[in-house]
């Protein structure tokens, strides 16, 4: 099997032009020398986490902030990297293939060779297996070339998830040594780059040279923090997937006669359900995070959604197009607690055909009343990181079920008129996840993978490369790489919606933030979506004209640059520093110091204030 | 409601893009002059039905084929059409949204408002139940606006499928009547075109001045014969679905772990599913015509599914795309026996839940055996043509599941030793229906609206607008009518696939030839579409650059252009009597005669012997 791996291939036309499309570099990335800038040491963003993840971080934790910037950039105490060592770098696919992949790959290689012709990259094939079985393939221009600007992982594969248990991490480490890698790659999404994390630390206590970086890819878009503002693969996952609604709402508005459900991926975060409702405007979307912040019961959203059907019938319309994450099902308060029972009788050996009698009273009553194919698809045993098998949940057929009953018992009641409620269900889980990336999603990636490159020959370990400012064009990007420490939070609330292991500092999914400028704009339009059709159709993914650089709503819409912004607060700080130099009036240090003082005590009371809270 | 109906939209930057793109027109049909041309009168291609045919539809059947030509072609008697009285003429959608529709509409405003800007056309809102209720809407240039190369049937809606009962027939009569319409065009596929058919002959009987005028939309692609290429909204489909297919092979061959199986539309044939298969390359397709033809049954195709595996396996592949038409489950014999039985119970008012009790043993025997979720989609009641609910039976997780069950019987008597086999299922029926068109769709529809003008204005009646040589550029494209009798059949197999009414002429969904070169070509590439993986990934829709002009692959490598090899025969009759004219020498007399003596008695045993079968 490992001969099929990196083999030329027959592309298609379209694939054909693709492969010979070429990213641009931001200028700091373009020449060869870069200049590096420390910023100061980096905190985790919750403070009172901060002392949890230090101890279990003693070596990566506070590392700098690094920020790339071009070699005539005037900032005083940047480094001039000069000489580029032949170095050798070992790369990883982890976890769900994601568009734009490959494009990691490619950028890492190009900076490689660029620096230094004699730099190897070797692909571990088969994931992290094939990083503990040392199984490889050396990166050449010849592997690259039908791979460039395609999807999917098939140039390496991938298979497990995981690099965390002693023995994975001990044959991560063998693997390391045993090919002499100066550095290790890893492309993966929250879980992935804890374990980054997790290796990078290990490598240093045991002296192992090789450094480890990881690459924020992950299709649900749910890696974000401070310092990442998206993840490679969820722009091309949210256009396919606003492509197949659009063309679902087109159809409901000409045959006029069904209501659809839609099930998107997003497990523990609606960031693709919210992005395609921003895109192509259905009539409704349910959000995870606004069930779980309103603890509302599949009961009361049930009658939501009949409300909404009732007000439109009275418009005459009997179509309609909703939207709800996978993740869904788990964010009812009740049906969650059900899933914690069964998940316990199953892990003590319960078999699936005695849980129901050994629920708790309530939790029966539930089980009992949902419908047969939900009863089976909630007995199955939970996924490695506890949750429910959620792509196997058909929580549309759920919804729909429970709306069809509740529509029907309102006929019968004689509250609502209209005529009978029609439901088609659909779920979109892997049909975009093989899609040809994004233009944004291949150039994000490419110049990832360079960053990739800047992060090794800087000598960084446990570090992540970052890019912000997206929504401006690639020439206003800012190329960074923070520890990965500094992304960290500890879980402290018990179970709560996602079950980690209490106080083990990791990644988290960053869900929808209720109080973001994405979400506000949802909320604006809700009305509008839900009553007056105004459905938008983006089209299928478009490589040239119109729509073709066409980036994420809720890219756009938030007040990101989070890297542009610290820079400009430093900007800030040394501008004091050289204008109330020692000589200057009295007059100017009384107002510095009173104004200094001032904003002191503010920025002290609301750390305090806010760290009870992640703010991401 | 109706307010809604032409009501200008907001567009997204591809929509507004898509707006303004222009199809272009075959020669023949810029300007206003067109020259009609009158071939031989045509006959039903399979004559055993054509006195059946000829009897139903005394003032309909036998016209001749009507050829649009040049205004400067040198066809001696064709007539140039000067005078374009001004005309009202209705149009209607019947039946299922197809990409492409709205072209129609837009074509055959344009032709009219050339020719005479006092003509009007008037749309029927909501389909066919606004026909009968006379409910219409002015199309103008401002109503169009946002509706130009655009999806769906939103323009104008649509509802029901039928103008066949006699209530039906005399609503259209009075609404055509009413409205003085001159004309009134159906949009449709098969039933729709059989329904204008008789439309047309019954306006005639009962002397109704409105000529009846078909165009073939219809996305399965099953309205194909000798005058048909193929339909509106076939490749748009075929392009959509092939992404998502290509999507889920680089998502197979990324993870290395599923068997993806993928339900596509096509009901009565798998047109869709061929064409995809031949686009996308996975690994194995189920044809429903291959299973009818060779009488496979369940349990056969499960085996062997279960063999490919298993070889695969050998390979050390574990992964894998197969694709299966809706229609499949009707085609085994013996679940469409058991079909059969359960639907005679149903319409005997046999309640769902006492049937499996009232089936034939080995019915029941049958029955029994399939498990639970198929036995309620199965009992569910047939459609109005007798078939089966055929989206709502999941057959692609009935053969998963037979699958599953087989691999392990064969792991656990040792004669499969790999993996354990998993599946994933897949039904890709609605999300590619409301889809942009694709650029040959819109050329396409919209040159059919021209051709229906030109119909009109000819005073044609029960005909249908066609095109030929479509897999050469447009201005190659032959533009052309032909009654739509000549495209009839009468079934006179009894109850087979597909059961419509005995002995009633009608046009019939064209099933895949297994004699085609389209099909030959599957099976020249089956063993290495099997075994290889090469999957071709065609990329989404594109309107600019490579891929953007790209035809069905089953459009151009059929010999199609039926018409063009017409005329060319009919060029060659009359080279044969010019050079044969009283005068010229006994040798050429002697060697015409006898060839033409050959000739004719060749193609009367020809036509005596393919009698039986329809050659479509």
């Not at 699936?352 to 708790?360: F, M, R, T």
């Not at 960290?488 to 209720?514: C, E, F, N, Q, W």
Request: net charge neutral.
């Amino acid at each position: 099997m490992d001969s099929d791996y990196g083999i030329a291939r027959e592309l298609s036309d379209l694939q054909k032009l693709r492969s010979h499309y070429q990213p641009e570099l931001p200028p700091c990335l373009q020449g060869t020398t870069v200049r590096v800038h420390f910023g100061d040491a980096t905190a985790a963003a919750d403070p009172t986490g901060a002392h949890t993840i230090s101890r279990s971080f003693p070596l990566t934790y506070g590392q700098p902030l690094a920020h790339f910037l071009r070699s005539t950039a005037k900032v005083p105490d940047a480094q001039i990297i000069t000489e580029h060592a032949a170095v050798r770098v070992g790369v990883v696919f982890c976890g769900r293939q994601s568009p734009g992949g490959h494009n990691v790959i490619w950028g890492l290689h190009e900076a490689l060779k660029v620096h230094n012709p004699k730099s190897v990259l070797l692909g571990f094939l088969g994931g992290s297996d094939g990083l503990f079985a040392q199984k490889t393939l050396e990166v050449t221009d010849e592997v690259l070339a039908t791979y460039k600007n395609q999807g999917g992982y098939d140039l390496l594969g991938r298979t497990k998830d995981q690099i965390r248990t002693i023995e994975q991490v001990n044959a991560a480490l063998n693997a390391c040594t045993a090919l002499k890698l100066d550095a290790l790659v890893i492309i993966g999404g929250v879980t992935s780059n804890t374990d980054a994390a997790q290796l990078a630390e290990t490598f240093a206590e045991r002296k192992c040279p090789t450094k480890v970086v990881g690459i924020p890819v992950t299709l649900n878009g749910d890696l974000r923090n401070q310092f990442v503002e998206t993840n490679v693969g969820f722009d091309t996952i949210c256009k396919v997937n606003s492509q197949l609604i659009s063309n679902v709402c087109t159809d409901a508005l000409s045959a006029e006669k069904y209501y659809y459900f839609i099930r998107l991926m997003g497990r523990k975060a609606s960031h693709v359900a919210l992005e395609c409702t921003l895109q192509s405007h259905p009539n409704m979307v349910i959000l995870a995070e606004e069930v779980a912040a309103s603890k509302l019961t599949i009961f009361d959203i049930t009658n939501q959604i009949c409300d909404a059907v009732q007000a439109r019938a009275e418009q005459d319309k009997y179509h309609g197009v909703i939207l709800l994450p996978e993740g869904l099902i788990e964010s009812f308060p009740e049906v969650f607690a059900l899933l914690q029972e069964i998940h316990a009788l199953l892990r003590q050996g319960v078999s699936a055909d005695n849980i129901s009698a050994q629920l708790s009273p309530w939790a029966s009553a539930l089980f009992e009343f949902l419908p047969p194919f939900i009863r089976k698809q909630l007995l199955l045993h939970p996924e490695s990181d506890d949750s429910a098998q959620l792509s196997q949940i058909e929580t549309e057929k759920l919804l729909a079920h429970l709306v069809e009953a509740e529509m029907n018992k309102r006929t019968k009641e004689g509250t609502y008129k209209g005529k009978k409620f029609n439901a088609i269900c659909h779920f979109f889980g892997y049909q975009a996840r093989g899609s040809l990336p994004s233009k944004f999603d291949c150039d994000y990636a490419y110049v990832l993978g360079h960053i990739g490159y800047h992060i090794i020959a800087a000598g960084l370990n446990g570090y992540m490369a970052t890019l912000t400012n997206l929504k401006n064009p690639v020439n206003k990007w800012r190329c960074a790489a923070a520890p990965i420490t500094a992304m960290m939070t500890v879980k402290r609330y018990g179970r709560g919606h996602g079950a980690s292991i209490l106080g083990k500092p990791a990644l988290h999914p960053a869900t929808v933030d209720l109080k973001g400028k994405s979400y506000e704009l949802l909320r604006q339009n809700s009305t509008k979506f839900l009553m007056d059709d105004v459905y938008r159709n983006p089209g299928p993914l478009q490589y040239d004209g119109p729509g073709a650089d066409a980036k994420a709503v809720t890219l756009c819409v938030e007040d990101q640059d989070y890297m542009g912004r610290i820079k400009l607060l430093q900007e800030h700080l040394d501008k004091v520093r050289s204008i109330v130099k020692p000589g200057c009036s009295q007059d100017v240090l009384k107002a510095a110091l009173s104004a200094m003082a001032s904003v002191t005590e503010i920025l002290s009371v609301m750390s305090a204030a806010s760290g009870g809270s992640t703010p991401f």
